[in-house]
């Protein structure tokens, strides 16, 4: 039912800029606070960036807060994520996620950060 697919994933340069995206399906979209994490290998799972429903409020990582915009289309079911002046700390696979009773992920889209 719930289904999250993230895209956009790449090979950067430092300093280069990305935009993923999420297409959502099997829920309100609209009504949903969506959400993008980011791992690293051998490191836990971190919050980057997070937007409301309606108002579109957003929160982000300190680590990313200035860089990072998170985005939503509600015609379009898709939250996005644009990623500038990317650094290679940046380098994880980001997961789109949304909580209705339970977390649900996307499979995750590779970002690397080469300097």
């Known amino acids: 039912q719930v289904q999250l697919v993230e895209s956009g994933g790449g090979l950067v340069q430092l300093g280069g800029s990305l935009k993923l995206s999420c297409a959502a399906s099997?829920?309100?979209?609209?009504?949903?606070?969506m959400s993008w994490y980011r791992q690293a290998p051998g490191k836990e799972r971190e919050l980057v960036a997070t937007i409301t429903s309606i108002g579109s409020s957003t929160n982000y990582a300190d680590s990313v807060k200035g860089r990072f915009t998170i985005s939503r289309d509600n015609a379009k079911n898709t939250v996005y994520l644009q990623m500038n002046s990317l650094k290679p700390e940046d380098t994880a696979v980001y997961y789109c996620?949304?909580?209705?009773?339970?977390?649900?992920w996307g499979q995750g889209t590779q970002v690397t950060v080469s300097s």
């Open positions: 996620s949304v909580v209705l009773f339970t977390r649900y």
């Open positions: 099997g829920f309100t979209f609209s009504t949903y606070t």
